[in-house]
């Protein structure tokens, strides 16, 4: 069974531009969650989706948005980037209905670099 | 901030030795769990616990909860050289989850 995946693996984008990243859950994962990690601020969950509706959410500025689609696949995007968004974003997928009570199963990230 | 703190931030160990780190966190939690990471397999669910356990095992690995004290522990025994990594908590609420800065662990062949 393959794994999270996301894509795409690296990014690089400019102060203000906005930037789209995907992650595939594992097959018959409905859970999708996702996280921040920087060196400053270490590990910060962002959002988290089940069957299309956003389940939890993180404290981050509406900036960051995301979505979850009907075979399960998720997008998170965020507009209006600031050097402060260079971090490794993660995603995550669950079986059960919450990565708060469930395993969850990581992708291998994005880097997103903003110059 | 509501994130939890580790103990020690980083703890090298010859191989063989027992590691122990530990997790102390600021509010009420539904559960508390460890996550590994290391840079070839990415951030891995180790364990969870919930509010009302007090101790959980998973092959080496040993985790205690003591709510009152809102503080967790992580113990792996018998470490190995894979066992190097750095190694999180993550509690859950009722709507968030907060991670811990972290204990990077080094296990020395």
């Known amino acids: 069974k393959a794994g999270v995946t996301q894509t795409p693996r690296y990014l690089i984008k400019t102060r203000g531009q906005q930037v789209t990243l995907s992650c595939s859950p594992i097959s018959g994962h409905r859970s999708v969650s996702w996280y921040q990690q920087t060196p400053g601020q270490g590990l910060q969950f962002l959002f988290e989706y089940f069957s299309e509706t956003q389940r939890n959410k993180g404290n981050f500025p509406g900036r960051f948005s995301g979505r979850q689609f009907s075979n399960s696949r998720s997008e998170m995007n965020v507009s209006t980037l600031e050097l402060g968004d260079s971090a490794l974003y993660l995603c995550a997928s669950s079986l059960g209905a919450t990565a708060f009570n469930t395993e969850a199963f990581f992708g291998q990230g994005t880097r997103l670099t903003v110059v | ?109």
């Not at chain 2, 030795?17 to 509010?27: D, G, L, R």
């Not at chain 2, 919930?50 to 503080?71: A, F, I, M, P, Y």
Request: glycine share 8%.
């Open chain 2, 1 to 109: 901030s509501q994130q939890g703190e580790e103990d020690p931030q980083a703890l090298s160990i010859q191989e063989g030795e027992n590691a122990t780190m530990n997790c102390s966190y600021k509010t009420s939690i539904n559960n508390l769990q460890w996550y590994r990471q290391n840079s070839g397999r990415g951030l891995v669910h180790l364990i969870l616990i919930r509010s009302n356990e007090r101790e959980k095992h998973s092959g080496r690995l040993r985790v205690t909860l003591d709510t009152s004290k809102k503080s967790s522990s992580l113990l792996i025994t018998a470490s190995r050289a894979a066992d190097t990594a750095s190694y999180f908590c993550a509690t859950a609420g009722a709507n968030n989850l907060f991670f811990g800065t972290g204990t990077r662990l080094t296990v020395i062949p």
